[in-house]
């Protein structure tokens, strides 16, 4: 019963462009809440009803759990890291290169969805959480040491 439950809440999702992990880590929090899961409501109500329990605010962590519940595979590492590189390439980042020339305040203010903006990022990145309010220049050079090893920009 609850394969066939879980089966339907795919197909809910599926309505809305959501059919995999990343999918449904790609759209906002704010989506999520906001959007009509029905018959079951808005965003929290359809987590409710996938989790089990109360979700007082969507957070990622939530979606990675329906994600899980839901059985949408979890990426490898370097599938992980891909999508950073693209979220940033979205934003004209493709190397250290272009990395360093945006600048920590750039970084810090700009939000790079599904994953927040620049510390929530950062911290998805070095799956870590970051201390501090900001961004410095030495976190940047150690996100492109992450994501483009050697200095090289990967090929998309």
Not at 132 to 141: E, I, P
Request: charge should be neutral; charged fraction near 25%.
């Amino acid at each position: 019963l609850k394969a066939q439950f879980y089966q339907y809440c795919k197909e809910i999702l599926a309505g809305h462009g959501v059919v995999d992990r990343q999918s449904l880590l790609y759209k906002s929090l704010l989506w999520f809440d906001g959007a009509d899961f029905s018959p079951y409501g808005k965003g929290k109500a359809f987590a409710r009803e996938i989790l089990g329990r109360v979700v007082k605010s969507t957070r990622i962590a939530d979606l990675e759990k329906i994600a899980e519940v839901l059985g949408f595979e979890k990426l490898s590492r370097e599938e992980e890291l891909q999508k950073y590189r693209e979220v940033l390439a979205g934003h004209g980042v493709t190397d250290r290169q272009s990395l360093l020339k945006k600048g920590p305040s750039w970084f810090t203010g700009t939000d790079f969805s599904p994953y927040g903006k620049g510390k929530s990022f950062a911290g998805e990145i070095f799956v870590r959480s970051m201390g501090g309010q900001h961004v410095h220049v030495a976190d940047l050079n150690e996100i492109a040491d992450v994501l483009w090893p050697g200095g090289s920009s990967n090929e998309n």
